[in-house]
């Protein structure tokens, strides 16, 4: 535990005990735009997540991950997600062909 006067020299030192090495205040990570926060296979994950057994493709597309793969029936499942968070921005999942088949 910091006494008083430990506290209140820091205080007193201000922003100055944050400095590098070289008297510069140090600057947070760079963000690299060119890559999202959510990796391809944090992508994968959330689609797995989500009934995608087969990934068929993973694409970046601007902002958003694009999944298209099949669920465990054999259905085709689409899925966009944020690039930024991993929320999932719309889902579309078609019958299999063997589903249809049944309902004539």
Known sequence: ???????LALAASGPFWL????????????????QPPVSMDQARR????????RVEEIKLD?????VEGRDSTGAVIEISLRASDGVIIKMERERPASAEAGRN
């Open 46 to 53: 959330i689609a797995a997540e989500n009934g995608v057994v």
């Open 62 to 66: 601007k902002d958003a991950w694009k």
């Open 19 to 34: 400095q590098g090495h070289e008297g510069h205040a140090q600057t947070p990570e760079t963000i690299n735009p060119a």
């Open 1 to 7: 535990m910091l006494s008083r006067r430990s506290l």
